[in-house]
């Protein structure tokens, strides 16, 4: 069952518009947010992230909406510009037994910022 | 500069024989992931540690091993059991058992033939 779920596998903005990535998770039981950002044969570097106690966090052209009631988040990118084209992936973070937390991703979205 | 060493970048194995990836932080963090990525899979967790000489098996263990003996270094086997095990490999670590804030490592690519 997949808790955290991007149902958009792809998505196409031309440069300087707005980029919406959506999430959806199933888990009530998350209680932080994170975007991360991964470029092809590299490691996924954090992008933003949101605690479950806010409903809006903004850095610089990155701003993280969640709507707890309907379990969503979505990652707003204003101005869009090229180099921001890369996968991205929603995760959350949930108490998961023997005082660990881990991370739960979903599958990403990949971002593609046409010039 | 602090960060997570995974090595090789690329990695070629014949069917039905062991390797072992590589992954090493100078970052201090006390807990280490292992994660596989395929195409539209995303990215699926192997195995984790939250401290030296422990760790917990993920949701995709079976054919994988593990090992903590020190606080830098926590190498993946992929064993002759894994029956898929052309993919990329990420190694990430978290400064605790809060486990936001990973960072991760550039990954390893490897490819049984």
């Known amino acids: 069952d997949q808790q955290v779920k991007q149902n958009s596998p792809s998505l196409s903005v031309q440069e300087g518009r707005i980029s919406i990535l959506n999430c959806d998770y199933t888990n009530s039981m998350f209680d932080y947010f994170l975007w991360y950002k991964k470029y092809p044969a590299e490691g996924p570097t954090f992008l933003i992230s949101?605690?479950?106690?806010?409903d809006k966090n903004e850095d610089g052209r990155f701003t993280v909406f969640l709507n707890k009631s309907a379990k969503h988040l979505s990652l707003h990118i204003v101005p869009s510009q090229p180099g921001d084209s890369a996968v991205y992936f929603c995760?959350?973070?949930?108490?998961?037994?023997?005082?660990?937390?881990?991370?739960?991703f979903g599958k990403g979205t990949k971002l593609s910022v046409i010039p | 500069d602090g960060g997570i060493t995974q090595s090789p970048k690329y990695l070629f194995r014949k069917e039905g024989q062991n390797v072992t990836l590589s992954c090493e932080q100078n970052?201090?963090?006390?807990?280490m992931y292992w994660y596989r990525q395929d195409p539209g899979q995303g990215l699926r967790l192997i195995y984790y540690?939250?401290?030296?000489?422990?760790?917990q098996k993920g949701d995709i263990a079976e054919g994988y091993s593990v090992s903590r003996e020190k606080k830098e270094s926590f190498p993946l086997t992929v064993t002759s059991a894994q029956k898929n095990p052309t993919a990329f490999y990420l190694c990430a670590s978290s400064i605790g058992p809060k486990g936001y804030g990973y960072t991760f490592g550039s990954g390893t690519r490897l490819t049984v033939v």
């Open positions: 995760a959350a973070t949930a108490y998961s037994g023997a005082g660990s937390y881990q991370l739960t």
């Open positions: 540690s939250q401290i030296v000489n422990d760790f």
């Open positions: 949101i605690s479950s106690i806010k």
């Open positions: 970052l201090n963090h006390d807990a």
